[in-house]
């Protein structure tokens, strides 16, 4: 399995960003795609996750409301529309793949993703 992300850019606060995520050499086990964030300094953390069975989608609390996972079979993509975007949000963003269900602790430890994306940085800053 592959992933590639990209859509990550220079953005004011308030501004919205589509980030990609392209899947290709998929395996019928990764059914679970994931973006994590990583700021300078800090430890990798998931954002938002969509399964590819039932379109069930998980977000961590800090982004409800502003981003929106969403996901195109056909297209082998997965996307996060991110809105209202904060200086917080501000990090390198990656998309992941795992065999496990974007909940509880599968959500959030990165021990469970077996294929990565290199990452787009995402910046908010006036």
């Known amino acids: 399995v592959q992933l590639q992300a990209s859509g990550g850019g220079l953005v004011q606060p308030g501004g919205s960003l589509r980030l990609s995520c392209a899947v290709s050499?998929?395996?019928?086990?990764?059914?679970?795609i994931n973006w994590f964030r990583q700021a300078p300094g800090k430890e990798r953390l998931g954002v938002s996750c969509?399964?590819?069975?039932?379109?069930?989608?998980t977000y961590r609390d800090s982004v409800k409301g502003r981003f929106t996972i969403s996901r195109d079979n056909a297209k082998n993509t997965v996307y996060l529309q991110m809105n209202s975007l904060k200086p917080e949000d501000t990090a390198v963003y990656y998309c992941?793949?795992?065999?496990?269900?974007?909940?509880?602790?599968?959500?959030?430890?990165?021990?469970?993703?077996?294929?990565w994306g290199q990452g787009t940085q995402v910046t908010v800053s006036s």
């Open positions: 992941a793949a795992s065999k496990y269900p974007c909940s509880g602790n599968y959500f959030y430890n990165v021990a469970y993703y077996d294929y």
């Open positions: 050499g998929f395996t019928s086990d990764y059914y679970y």
């Open positions: 969509i399964s590819s069975i039932d379109g069930r989608t």
